[in-house]
């Protein structure tokens, strides 16, 4: 049996946003008000009023309310109602990766390694995790596969454990990274 290597757990941790600074923020879009009344002028003088107001109402507004979830790794829109997410899913994307995880190393789940593991965050016995796992697995059907994270992992190890130790987050390295145009400053 090979050994889990705890630097990935924590990866994990991190990633389903349960560690460190998971929010939900409104994106602030940055709309330039010039490129608005630019926009607001030509839509006038092409489709008249109620063209305008039809675009307002379907594609400004809903793209000023968008909201996002972000942690040290992921960036990305949420639906436009997250009230109706499923409960505690960060803690449930947890627990599956940990177990894919473990069965990708030895073959099984190893439930008692992950309660271990998760028991900072609550308080399961081995029975209860099982059978409320199972009731969740259709959660998650759009998330990564283990194997798509361990691949992550192994090709940006290094900027990645620079991540968890300075709380800055990957996309803004990555960003960092590149070399600026001329002209910008």
């Known amino acids: 049996m090979r050994k889990h290597d705890p630097s990935f757990v924590e990866f994990l941790e991190y990633w389903t946003g349960l560690k460190g600074n998971a929010e939900e923020d409104p994106v602030v879009e940055g709309f330039d008000p010039n490129y608005l009344r630019r926009l607001k002028r030509r839509v006038l003088r092409e489709g008249g009023k109620s063209y ?39 803690f449930w994307l947890l627990v599956k990766y940990l177990r894919d995880y473990f069965r990708k190393l030895t073959g099984r789940p190893q439930t008692n390694k992950v309660l271990g593991i998760i028991e900072r965050y609550r308080e399961l016995s081995y029975y209860e995790l099982n059978s409320e796992f199972s009731r969740r697995k259709s959660w998650f059907t759009n998330e990564p596969s283990i194997d798509d994270l361990l ?31 001329k002209g910008t400053e």
Do not use: Q, V
Request: charged fraction near 35%.
């Open 52 to 90: 305008w107001e039809s675009i307002k109402k379907e594609s400004l507004r809903p793209r000023l309310k968008m909201r996002m979830s972000k942690n040290l790794f992921r960036l990305e829109p949420l639906a436009p109602n997250p009230r109706n997410r499923p409960k505690n899913y960060r």
């Open 151 to 181: 691949g992550f992992y192994n090709s940006n190890r290094e900027k990645i454990s620079l991540a968890i130790k300075t709380g800055t987050p990957l996309y803004h390295m990555i960003d960092m990274g590149r070399p600026k145009k």
